[in-house]
């Protein structure tokens, strides 16, 4: 039961409204540093979207559609009819404040705008106006106000200010989920073809060729190739993956980001080392060069576009005839998995509820999606003794860990790592309890905000979790942060070379794939780096 | 007897730190004022404890003619965070020189006479240099947010291009032709 508050506390409580007074009158100005370039024409086009066209952010005229007035109020309404909780999150919020400090944008920014109850509010005031009798009647004393070009400009400019990172829902009384919020507002936006260019080209590349970067199966196949020598040389082992093979037990997907962009590909060898271990205990698994991105950006434009991308992952799976899925470490991609997949694209029923063929390991909360997190499959190994790790070969790592939001706050994955990251080296330090777990402070380029431009706003998002990390580093010499999502691995070293320069970026399944010990392996001289492992530094082989 | 001005300055020490801090904390917007006020935690308040813990040091630095380094590091941890937060160039290094302001505030007439001028005038100096140092690390970290624009750039193409061998290295040595 809750504590009920004793008198002297109840007459404390502070009486003043405690937002926000002038917020109306001040308009927005849309800053370089901050935004995201303009979406293009032929990305829009390719996946059907509307009003596909050249414009940009700082243009005064954004080219919008006539009526685009008459779009924002049935797409308005349509939604309000369509998802109770947007009905429900407009009505509710009474502007308590408790999420207000929350944001990792409003920490690091300054910008009241950026407080979740007011980003919120720059919408819900023209829910108002449109569709509640008092707004109708009362206007701005009801906090109503009318929909305008320059309101238009406002809710862009902010809704593009959120990584929908879910932070300030924990702290709402009432549940309300800002992140919901985010996510309509932009499908609204999206009605006008005002998306960004660094969400609308990995759409349309995702969508006629699998992944972000438009890259074709045969360049995937090198890539891989291209690690597998890699490792060859680390380890004096081939360790040849499976590409496309009908009748494995298990499909393998990944976000293409650990394919082709570094540190993710040092995880991306992670996988691949982990997975040839396994293969002589039973591991029957293959990697797909079609269903070759785990990642969803169109998650950040509509729920629709959303469900076009995920489709791939069932019929690829149907395709090749699997069991069941594994995914690789990830953030979004976890969030569309385990909350919307089985209702985007299920039931799957022509697979199998996932089991660990090495431990027998029942995974029964992926039973609805048919689809486990990597961390908890080697997790579970671990558990069970099935690897040989030597941890010391990470002697030279003081390790912290970044609770990814999406697989934290979304699905609760907060033991599973760090049991492994244990595991697999010597020197793990927690950040601040208040910075980690559930209230995990966001890497600042979530949905779709890792772009080069916004530079500014990433550094700023990014502050309330460096901080963090630099305060860890100071007090231990942490020198490695390590996360289990793709975007982290992106946006992490950009974010550290200006907070904590001293701060390298690592996914978990590099370390695993450094402290794992193969039979037949030659003697190991360097991580997957490329970097002497510790005891090794006057190795010639080095 | 008379009070040498670094004694004066340490006497007013909370007053005038306390000034200088909201001179600060009124740069940003007044909602985001309070917050930077009242909560203390340096976790939930990256910003508003920088801001107050390191002016203290730098204040502390600056009244005894402290060490160069100590005062750039201080300024480096205010000034970071105010090159990518909305101020123009002038407001995010402006803090410092506001100092001055602040100081003749609070000691009031009492400062240039008392045969103090000639070491008011020198604490003034000071002040202006660190402005001139503020204005360097300013610089420093705006052209660090641009390397880090054009290095990402560079590792996303430079490395796509090679992983799908559309581009071949120049050897280490010369072929012999």
């Not at chain 1, 002297?8 to 927005?28: A, I, N, R, Y």
């Not at chain 1, 995201?36 to 996946?47: A, E, H, I, N, R």
């Not at chain 1, 030597?390 to 999406?406: G, I, Q």
């Not at chain 2, 503020?134 to 705006?142: E, G």
């Amino acid at each position: 039961m809750a504590d009920t508050p004793k008198p002297d506390e109840l007459s404390k409580v502070d009486h003043t409204p405690p937002l926000f007074k002038g917020w109306m009158d001040t308009p927005v100005e849309i800053k370089p540093g901050i935004y995201c370039y303009g979406s293009k024409p032929k990305d829009l086009k390719y996946v059907d979207f509307p009003n596909p066209r050249d414009w940009s952010p700082v243009d005064d005229d954004w080219k919008l559609p006539e009526n685009w007035e008459e779009i924002v109020h049935e797409g308005f309404k349509d939604r309000l009819d369509r998802f109770r909780s947007v009905k429900l999150f407009m009505d509710i919020c009474v502007r308590c404040g408790a999420c207000a400090d929350k944001c990792h944008f409003f920490i690091g920014s300054g910008d009241p705008k950026n407080m979740p109850v007011l980003r919120a509010e720059l919408i819900r005031s023209v829910y108002r106006k449109k569709f509640t009798t008092g707004g109708k009647l009362l206007g701005r004393f009801a906090g109503a106000r009318e929909l305008d070009e320059d309101v238009l400009k406002e809710w862009w400019y902010y809704l593009y200010q959120c990584t929908e990172c879910r932070r300030c829902s924990l702290f709402c009384p009432y549940g309300i989920d800002t992140a919901e919020i985010t996510i309509f507002g932009r499908e609204l936006t999206n009605l006008l073809g005002l998306n960004t260019d660094w969400v609308a080209a990995p759409v349309a590349n995702c969508y006629r060729t699998g992944n972000h970067l438009g890259i074709q199966p045969h360049a995937y196949k090198d890539m891989l190739e291209f690690f597998t020598d890699e490792i060859e040389d680390i380890t004096g082992l081939r360790m040849d993956p499976d590409y496309n093979r009908k009748g494995a037990e298990i499909l393998f997907i990944t976000p293409s980001g650990d394919v082709f962009a570094d540190p993710g590909t040092f995880t991306c060898m992670g996988y691949l080392m982990l997975f040839y271990y396994l293969k002589s205990l039973g591991l029957d698994i293959t990697w797909s060069t079609y269903a070759s991105e785990g990642g969803n950006f169109g998650f950040f434009t509509s729920h629709e576009m959303a469900k076009r991308l995920n489709a791939k992952m069932y019929a690829e799976a149907e395709r090749l005839g699997v069991k069941w899925i594994l995914g690789g470490e990830c953030g979004h991609m976890w969030r569309v998995i385990n909350q919307y997949m089985d209702t985007f694209n299920g039931p799957p029923d022509f697979l199998e509820e996932p089991v660990s063929p090495i431990t027998g390991t029942k995974f029964e909360n992926a039973k609805a999606t048919k689809m486990t997190h990597i961390i908890e499959f080697t997790a579970d190994l671990i558990r069970n003794n099935k690897l040989k790790l030597e941890p010391s070969r990470n002697d030279n790592l003081k390790v912290t860990f970044h609770d990814s939001c999406n697989p934290a706050r979304g699905m609760g994955i907060l033991e599973e790592p760090r049991y492994v990251i244990k595991n697999v080296c010597n020197n793990f330090y927690e950040m601040p309890p208040s910075t980690i777990r559930e209230q995990t402070f966001c890497c600042g380029g979530g949905a779709g905000l890792n772009a080069g431009e916004d530079m500014e706003l990433r550094m700023r998002g990014g502050l309330p979790r460096a901080n963090a990390v630099k305060y860890v580093h100071e007090k231990y010499g942490v020198n490695m942060l390590a996360c289990i999502c793709a975007i982290d691995r992106a946006v992490f070293p950009d974010l550290m070379q200006y907070w904590v320069p001293e701060v390298e970026v690592t996914g978990v399944h590099e370390m695993v794939a450094n402290a794992l010990v193969f039979d037949g392996e030659k003697e190991r001289t360097t991580n997957l780096r490329g970097e002497p492992l510790p005891g090794m530094e006057d190795e010639e082989d080095v | 007897m008379l009070m040498s001005l670094e004694n004066l300055l340490s006497d007013k020490r909370s007053k005038i730190i306390k000034k200088w801090r909201d001179v600060i904390v009124e740069t940003y917007p007044g909602d985001t004022q309070r917050f930077l006020r009242k909560e203390k935690d340096q976790f939930a308040n990256p910003v508003g404890y920088v801001i107050a813990k390191e002016i203290e040091t730098l204040y502390d630095e600056l009244i005894k003619e402290g060490g160069i380094d100590k005062i750039s590091a201080c300024l480096d941890n205010i000034i970071r965070v105010r090159a990518v937060q909305d101020f123009r160039p002038s407001s995010a290094i402006g803090f410092v020189l506001q100092l001055k302001m602040v100081i003749r505030e609070e000691l009031g007439d009492k400062a240039p006479m008392n045969g103090l001028s000639g070491e008011f005038r020198a604490l003034e100096d000071r002040i202006d240099n660190v402005a001139l140092l503020a204005f360097d690390i300013y610089s420093k970290c705006r052209q660090e947010i641009y390397e880090i624009r054009v290095k990402e750039v560079k590792n996303h193409l430079g490395k796509l291009l090679k992983q799908a061998n559309l581009t071949i290295e120049i050897p280490e040595e010369k072929p012999d032709l």
